[in-house]
């Protein structure tokens, strides 16, 4: 089945630096998601690509879907400890078809 | 608008039992998602209802998990009976398409002792 492999696993840094996160894919896919989880809570969509080569903004996060289709990174500047929480990339191969997450990159932020 | 919700939020049964866990989704959604996460994993897709059938089911355990959607709306996902590996929080979503993002509910998180 499609695998999704996230980087880093974990990130530690310090309130205000940037932050820099993957996802690959061993299929093509038609859209790219960013979902933000906190504990007890279900994933939070943060951003939607839909086309190959979109570069999405909302707020101080950043996404990109690759030209290749296979890969997605998402950026976060000026971090804050609010930020903390567990970052999964998800794609869906084709309109309709199931969401692949990825297993997720959990970040700290130390004030 | 109102989320997606989910009862009961947690659940401790012992392996060889039945339970039952319900969604709600947000009014108008037509699709309907359950996802298994276990911890420290990503989510993994059950089973995709688009109104009241079937989409995608082809990763739901059929020998012991089942899941309906009667009249389009609320659904029910049950495991019977359950085993130590089905301990997971289990996540409800749903959308308004097929092709867009989808809400989550908080989920409920199932332990099997």
């Known amino acids: 089945g499609q695998q999704l492999n996230q980087s880093p696993q974990s990130m530690f840094i310090q309130e205000g630096e940037d932050v820099s996160m993957n996802c690959t894919s061993s299929?093509?896919?038609?859209?790219w998601l960013w979902y933000k989880q906190e504990p007890g809570e279900g994933p939070v969509l943060l951003i939607a690509?839909?086309?190959?080569?979109e570069l999405t903004s909302n707020g101080r996060l950043t996404a990109q879907f690759g030209i290749t289709r296979k890969d997605s990174f998402l950026n976060i500047s000026a971090s804050i400890p609010s930020d903390v929480g567990i970052y999964f990339c998800?794609?869906?191969?084709?309109?309709?078809?199931?969401?692949?997450f990825g297993e997720g990159t959990q970040l700290t932020v130390n004030p | 608008e109102a989320g997606v919700a989910q009862s009961p939020r947690y659940k401790i049964i012992e392996k060889r039992q039945s339970v039952a866990f319900w969604c709600n989704p947000i009014?108008?959604?037509?699709?309907l998602y359950w996802y298994q996460q276990i911890l420290g994993q990503g989510p993994k897709l059950l089973i995709q209802?688009?109104?009241?059938?079937?989409?995608?089911d082809s990763q739901l355990p059929k020998d012991r998990f089942s899941a309906e959607r009667l009249k389009g709306v609320d659904s029910t996902l049950k495991i019977q009976p359950a085993k130590l590996e089905d301990s997971a929080v289990y996540l409800c979503?749903?959308?308004?398409?097929?092709?867009?993002?989808?809400?989550f509910g908080s989920g409920t998180r199932l332990t099997v002792v």
């Open positions: 998800a794609g869906q191969e084709t309109s309709g078809s199931r969401l692949t």
């Open positions: 209802f688009q109104n009241n059938g079937v989409v995608d």
């Open positions: 299929s093509i896919f038609n859209t």
């Open positions: 009014s108008g959604h037509a699709t």
């Open positions: 690509l839909y086309k190959a080569g």
């Open positions: 979503a749903s959308s308004l398409t097929r092709d867009r993002g989808y809400t």
